[in-house]
């Protein structure tokens, strides 16, 4: 059965940097490209970010290009996504997800339970 645990949101001031983490397990995580996707009050789910699953090509959304940076470490099942620069308009609930297919708001893949990220001063 697949699992994602996320953890490291927060609550962080415009400028600010976080780092989520997603522990995986209950699948061959070194095997899949992995996803970030975000959800913003009253809107629909967004995509953020790929990684492939070696880890050598990533992607992001233009919103996020250059202030955040996706990761994986395949020895410890586990995908990270580093964000800098934040901006209020980042506020969000962020998952970590497998399986993803455009488009994002037809998408109901496995992901993990959400974390809250909040930019705010």
């Known amino acids: 059965q697949v699992q994602l645990v996320e953890s490291g949101g927060g609550l962080v001031q415009p400028g600010g940097s976080l780092r989520l983490s997603c522990a995986a397990s209950?699948?061959?995580?070194?095997?899949?490209?992995m996803t970030w996707v975000r959800q913003a009050p009253g809107k629909g789910l967004e995509w953020v970010s790929d990684i492939s699953s070696g880890g050598s090509r990533t992607f992001y959304a233009d919103s996020v290009k250059g202030r955040f940076t996706i990761s994986r470490d395949n020895a410890k099942n586990t995908l990270y996504l580093q964000m800098n620069s934040l901006k209020p308009e980042d506020t969000a609930v962020y998952y970590c997800?497998?399986?993803?297919?455009?488009?994002?708001?037809?998408?109901?893949?496995?992901r993990s339970q959400g974390t809250q990220v909040t930019v705010s001063s």
């Open positions: 209950g699948f061959t995580f070194s095997n899949n490209a």
């Open positions: 997800a497998k399986d993803f297919r455009f488009p994002a708001s037809s998408w109901n893949g496995p």
